[in-house]
């Protein structure tokens, strides 16, 4: 089983930039972001492999958000940048521990932290 706990995130302006972290408790592969906003259901935000050669973004913030990870502090980090009202959401951050490709299938999941974009 692994942990995964997620910190940073809270209330910034429209066009302001804010970061979140997600730290896992043990060695995991492919990681990723997930948001959801109140009445709507969850959406994936970012992808980053194991060696983090390879990302993948939703095109909703592809240009703003930065994914990124340190495999020596099995930590993920996303960078948000010109953050939009739109962008408020509770974001989760997502792991597998067996390898492959693809971007939706993970096993453990964070409990999120809320970000809010005010307009």
């Known amino acids: 089983q692994v942990q995964l706990v997620e910190s940073g995130g809270g209330l910034v302006q429209a066009g302001g930039s804010l970061s979140v972290s997600c730290t896992a408790s043990g060695r995991t592969f492919t990681m990723g972001w997930f948001r959801q906003a109140p009445g709507k259901e969850r959406e994936f935000v970012a992808g980053i492999s194991w060696s983090g050669g390879s990302t993948y973004y939703a095109d909703s913030v592809k240009g703003r958000f930065t994914i990124s990870r340190d495999n020596a502090k099995n930590t993920v980090y996303l960078q948000m940048n010109s953050l939009k009202p739109e962008g408020t959401a509770v974001y989760s951050c997502?792991?597998?521990?067996?390898?492959?490709?693809?971007?939706?299938?993970?096993?453990?999941w964070g409990q999120g932290t809320q970000v809010t974009v005010s307009s």
């Open positions: 997502a792991a597998r521990d067996w390898p492959g490709s693809g971007w939706s299938e993970y096993d453990y």
